[in-house]
T-cell receptor, first 112, second 111 residues
Framework: KAGVTQTPRYLIKTRGQQVTLSCSPI?????VSWYQQTPGQGLQFLFE???????NKGNFPGRFSGRQFSNSRSEMNVSTLELGDSALYLC???????????FGQGTRLTVV | GESVGLHLPTLSVQEGDNSIINCAYS??????FIWYKQESGKGPQFIID?????DKRQGQRVTVLLNKTVKHLSLQIAATQPGDSAVYFC??????????FGKGTRLSVIA
């Protein structure tokens, strides 16, 4: 069974640009959660989607958004990038909710 | 909001010894706990989980202990190997709330 796939693995963007990250969950999983990981703040929850609906949202500005498609694949978008958005962005999939969540390898975003 | 923390940021153990990584949580409503291992450059890898109706659960070379009275969680790794070197995170959830992660403990195995 294939694991969680995140693309791209690495990204370098300039301040002010926008970026879209993709996450394909484990087959059959309907819940996708996104996390931001930085050395200073650790793993912080961004949002969670289940059956194309956002069920929970973390404490991040509106520049961070996401969506989920009918095949459970999810994308997150960050607009007007800031230097502080440099981080490892992780997505996790689970059957439903937050139990037995499996992570992808992450997308390393660097904003210059 | 609530947070989950780890007692020690780093832990060094001799190869072959047992490792114990501790975690404290603050949300008394938490009913689900999970441990992840994260190696450099990789995403967190699921190790083991436990629900609040249990106080112990065993996996392959790993055991998770839950003490709800003092809100404490621990991960025991038996016969620690060099491949166990990584950062270990605990996380908790209550019902349908997102996982709250601790800052992590870096485990270094000395050959």
């Amino acid at each position: 069974k294939a694991g969680v796939t995140q693309t791209p693995r690495y990204l370098i963007k300039t301040r002010g640009q926008q970026v879209t990250l993709s996450c394909s969950p484990i087959s059959g999983h309907r819940s996708v959660s996104w996390y931001q990981q930085t050395p200073g703040q650790g793993l912080q929850f961004l949002f969670e989607y289940f059956s194309e609906t956002q069920r929970n949202k973390g404490n991040f500005p509106g520049r961070f958004s996401g969506r989920q498609f009918s095949n459970s694949r999810s994308e997150m978008n960050v607009s007007t990038l800031e230097l502080g958005d440099s981080a490892l962005y992780l997505c996790a999939s689970s059957g439903q909710g937050y139990t037995e969540a499996f992570f992808g390898q992450g997308t390393r975003l660097t904003v210059v | 909001g609530e947070s989950v923390g780890l007692h020690l940021p780093t832990l060094s153990v001799q190869e072959g010894d047992n490792s114990i990584i501790n975690c404290a949580y603050s949300n008394s409503a938490s009913d689900y706990f999970i441990w992840y291992k994260q190696e450099s450059g990789k995403g967190p890898q699921f190790i083991i989980d436990i629900r609040s109706n249990m106080d112990k659960r065993q996996g392959q070379r790993v055991t998770v202990l839950l003490n709800k009275t003092v809100k404490h969680l621990s991960l025991q790794i038996a016969a620690t190997q060099p491949g166990d070197s990584a950062v270990y995170f605990c996380a908790d959830s209550s019902g349908n709330t997102p996982l709250v992660f601790g800052k992590g403990t870096r485990l270094s195995v000395i050959a």
